[in-house]
């Protein structure tokens, strides 16, 4: 089913009686083009965008630098591909890498690979892959999301705190193959010519996830605060009516400026079901509602979120039928106590860097078994994200952090999935261990419009030709569904 829109400020009535509102902030003018050297910084971004050389003025927490590819020049023979990249240079500081073009539809056939220095000890770190395949992490075709201002990339990469940076990207041929039409037979052929060459526009995201965005000239929450402090919410500094409006998305779970979600025991859970969908339920999920108790969640708020970065409108579905499985692809090289920054780097890079509207997953977990609110519009409700491309109706997308193509996801991440499931899918009465139907939005499996049968717990491969989550936590979801049916009580 198609998604519907329910403004911010809407939501923000919720508190209306506690706290004035102001009027809206003017809207921010567009951001300009690729081509030079710019740095975003979060202070800018209130009062609309802003550019600064890259290598220009002092360290901006909070920011992103991003740098345009040349030609390298190494010896090869006539007539191969021209590889792209930067050489050794001093930048200002950042934690996390991506590379961008200019066409989303255009995709990356080849190798990129960085080198960066770390700020803390001076020297420099090998060669790292980043991940090139990231298309299929998207809103799904002919969307709003996926129009104007959207740009092709590859996943982003955690690198840690670091001050020097070099690159390449090397492409790769490949043989040519035939193009899928709409019926899913052969339209047209590739030139081997054109999907060899490099996307045009590459650049280099160097992105500093900053401090926690501070509200009335505070500090952000500290994980584990219960609630807002007098005044920490006051609509009308910079900021305020956004950061407000997320966490009255959030008002029938915690209080307002709550940095967590609290677990609930399953009796409260099942009241919570009753009070939030009891309209909703058949006489029978009234009598013995299969719901896990509810897990501990870190709201936008608890991991600093700058609300005025996203846009301001949340967008909705109609139900939560399968939770699609992730991974970040980012790497496994953070500690559970960085996490908060490393999904502040996301966030900033799929807004800024990729163009979308918010972060693109529903929740995020650490390997500590941390879940985090993801995409703004309220924990428990369906919020329509892009992290499947093809099916981001009627569900729900899930991302741990890290790469499990050759590492294996901790236990404590795979329980988190089945604990979050088991509650979220319980709120819409599916059963984690059961399978549904969802219509493919157009995607490299399912042609748009095809009925596809799923589980109600997929992982990403199964809606999309792609590698994620990887290969080891892929074979985790069987244990995944197992933990969260018994969750609620199946």
Known sequence: MRGFLASSIGVTCAAALALPLTPPAAAAPARPALGAETAWSAEAVAVGWAVRRADAGAYVPGSTQSLPLA??????AVGDPAEQGLPRRDVRHFSLVGVIWDDPAAELHGRVQVRT??????????????ETHNAEHAADPGTAESGSGVRGSTA???VGESDGVQVRVTPEPVEPRPEEGPEGGDDSAVDAAAVTALPAGLHLELVDPGDPAPV???PGPALGEPGPRPGSLNPETVGAAETLAASAANAELAPLGAAEIPALGRAETERELLALRGNELTQEQR??????PRPRIVTRRGWGANEKLRERQFAYTKKVKVAWVHHTASGGKYWCTQTPSLIRGIYRYHVLSMGWRDIGYNFLVDKCGNIYEGRAGGAAKAVLGAHTRGFNTNSMGIAVLGSFGSSKPTAASVKAIARLTAWKLGLYGANPRGKTYLTS?????????KNVRLNVISGHRDGFSTECPGRLLYLKLGSARASAARFQGR
Do not use: C, F, H, M
């Open 71 to 76: 030609p390298l020049t190494r010896d090869r």
């Open 441 to 449: 939005g157009g995607g490299n499996l399912y042609r748009k419009g």
């Open 156 to 158: 982003p990469l955690w």
């Open 287 to 292: 009598a013995k509602p299969y719901i896990g």
């Open 117 to 130: 220095r770390a700020v803390a000890t001076g020297t420099w770190s090998g060669w790292q892959d980043v």
């Open 216 to 218: 009335q000239g505070e």
